[in-house]
């Protein structure tokens, strides 16, 4: 009898569709969760500047509260605009780490068990994932060099 708790052991997908949702769920649930990890620390490691950003104010405007109203209304702003560039830039990185990482090596491997190629999986994403999937789009990019390599050679 399986604990709860116990570890599953992950079994290979059946074919080359529940390898790309497989993969596509992995890197959705990696990616949400880093970049809410980035967005916290980006608000967090802002607010010390905000917070003198917004004193300053108080003390230079000599407690003019609507100077210091604005000066809060800019910081969060700032605060905002920082995390969500940390954020986008964690996106990105930890879509290509995950993807040389966890996604390449198993589908080179499936490429040869299913007998099919990266460019036919790809379109293969195209029909079965979202739009916006990035497995899509590092596929399109990983294709996009073999074929300039291929060119090249």
């Known amino acids: 009898m399986m604990n ?34 980035a967005f916290n620390l980006g608000c967090l490691l802002s607010m010390a500047p905000g917070a003198i950003l917004v004193l300053l104010t108080f003390l230079i405007s000599k407690g003019n509260i609507s100077a210091t109203l604005l000066a809060i209304l ?50 293969l994403a195209c029909q079965e994932l979202p739009d916006n999937a990035p497995l899509v789009q590092l596929l399109s990019r990983e294709l996009a060099s073999d074929d300039t390599f291929k060119n090249e050679g």
Request: glycine fraction near 0%.
């Open 74 to 123: 800019i910081a969060a702003m700032l605060m905002l605009a920082a995390a969500n560039l940390l954020a986008y830039l964690s996106r990105r990185a930890t879509a290509q780490v995950f993807y040389q990482q966890h996604a390449a090596p198993r589908i080179q491997s499936a490429l040869a068990v299913y007998h099919t190629s990266l460019h036919e999986l790809y379109h």
């Open 4 to 37: 709860a708790d116990s570890p599953q052991v992950p079994t290979e997908p059946t074919s080359p569709v529940a390898l790309l949702w497989d993969l596509h769920q992995a890197m959705d649930e990696r990616l949400n969760q880093n970049v809410n990890h």
